[in-house]
């Protein structure tokens, strides 16, 4: 029986953190923890700690999350690399 | 027992008696009254099974579709236009080799708007990879709805099922209906083992991209079980029949033995046919019935006759009729298009088509030749 099934593995394009121009950076201080930021994350690549934290080998950088945070508490910085 | 009923609570009866898990369905005439019982059931907890309300068709089977994809046993009915909106899910099921299974209540299709029998919508529906029984009585609508899971989740098969069986001929009349008891049942049908399933323990993606190669092998591989379909359709058939003593084969075969000529018809009409049949025996007519019960996988081997007169309730405009394109170089064929749009075809009506293919005619009955 064949189907398209596919089992996680890192894609030929690596992994998707790498395709990133702009990462998204946290500024606990003005963080409010309301969790939009988790919430909208198309990629599932916040998770919820105390703080929200970013995982950055799987982040695009699509900038979902600083768009949608209401206090301006995610920066979009240009990648250094 | 026996249970006097309608085709539609006869078949709501027979998915209980399978314990379907999830139930997504969207109400249409004639269906209606197959979810409204279903729904009645979950609702008094004869049945325990989530009932999804959905706002389409299309959600429906999205929804059967996601359930069955969990692993357990799903069940959906519909009609004409329902049928029509879930035309992409239904290839979305077949490739993912769902076995879920599904009622149709063959309707005509609008415009104009016409809720009686006709074929159309189902025939329509023939390449996206369900396998397709089509009834002829009230007991053939709950026995194949039982083989239907046995089928469909079949490790050779995995493919979704559907059985479908006229609007109000069949949908809102009663019949006696023989009905095993729950053991019965249970003791045909095992419980379900999925091909493959969603789990977070065990993360996949399904229906993810693939290449042109790959592609072609998932498309082979579901020829192959549409061809491996058929012999299982007849060993759950036989061992049906052992058990519950009722069988009916890819193709149910009536009075052909000496037959000069033999009509080929599905669903209600070949019901009728019998009728025909046994009044032309009488005066002598040499005729017999292939009622035509499984139309995916096609059983061209199975309907093979010199002399055929073939009654197709749908059309395939600019070709003609459906079954009749499907036999052609199996025999001398005369085509008839009948009772489109839930017009009545009696045994008279059925006499005199023979009548008319004796004479070496064919074509729209009463519309061309009559």
Not at chain 1, 63 to 75: L, R, S
């Amino acid at each position: 029986m064949k189907t398209a099934i596919s089992y996680p593995v890192e894609g030929a394009m690596g992994k998707t953190g790498t395709w990133r121009v702009f990462k998204p950076v946290l500024n606990k201080e003005k963080c409010i923890r309301c969790w939009r930021c988790w919430i909208f994350c198309p990629d599932a690549a916040i998770s919820r700690n105390d703080y929200p934290s970013i995982d950055y080998e799987y982040c695009k950088g699509c900038g979902i999350c600083a768009n949608e945070c209401p206090v301006n508490a995610i920066e979009m910085r240009r990648e250094e690399k | 027992m026996i249970v006097i009923d309608t085709a539609n609570h006869i078949a709501a009866l027979a998915a209980k008696m399978a314990k379907p898990k999830v139930i997504a369905a969207y109400p249409i005439t004639p269906q209606t009254t197959v979810v409204e019982r279903l729904a009645e059931y979950v609702e008094k907890g004869e049945l325990d099974a989530e009932f999804i309300r959905v706002e389409s068709e299309h959600s429906a089977m999205a929804a059967c579709i996601g359930a069955a994809a969990t692993g357990v046993r799903t069940f959906t009915a519909t009609s004409s236009h329902g049928l029509l909106l879930m035309h992409e899910m239904l290839h979305w099921a077949g490739l993912a080799r769902l076995p879920i299974v599904m009622v149709n209540v063959n309707r005509a299709i609008g415009p104009g708007w016409n809720i009686w029998s006709d074929l159309n919508d189902s025939m329509a529906q023939r390449d996206t990879g369900w396998i397709q029984f089509y009834a002829s009585s009230n007991q053939e609508v709950y026995d194949s709805i039982i083989q239907a899971y046995r089928v469909a989740e079949n490790e050779e098969v995995f493919l979704p099922v559907m059985v479908s069986y006229d609007g109000f001929v069949l949908s809102h009349t009663s019949m006696p209906v023989e009905v095993p008891s729950q053991k019965e049942v249970d003791e045909f049908l095992p419980e379900f083992k999925p091909s493959w399933l969603l789990d977070v323990e065990n993360p996949i993606t399904h229906g993810n991209i693939v290449p042109p190669e790959p592609y072609m092998e998932i498309r082979y591989s579901m020829e192959e079980a549409m061809r491996k379909a058929k012999k299982i359709i007849k060993e759950v058939d036989e061992e049906y029949g052992k058990k519950f003593g009722r069988s009916y084969g890819l193709v149910e075969e009536y009075k052909c033995e000496d037959a000069d000529y033999v009509i080929v018809a599905m669903s209600a009409i070949a019901s009728e046919a019998k009728v025909a049949i046994d009044e032309l025996r009488q005066r002598g007519e040499k005729v017999g019935l292939a009622r035509l019960r499984v139309f995916r996988p096609f059983p061209k081997e199975e309907l093979r006759y010199d002399k055929m007169i073939v009654i197709d309730r749908a059309i395939s405009p600019g070709l003609g009729g459906i079954v009749y394109n499907e036999l052609k170089g199996n025999g001398e064929i005369y085509s008839f298009i009948a009772g489109l749009g839930g017009v009545d075809v009696s045994y008279r009506d059925i006499e005199r088509i023979y009548e008319l293919a004796k004479e070496g005619k064919e074509g729209w009955y009463p519309t061309e030749v009559r």
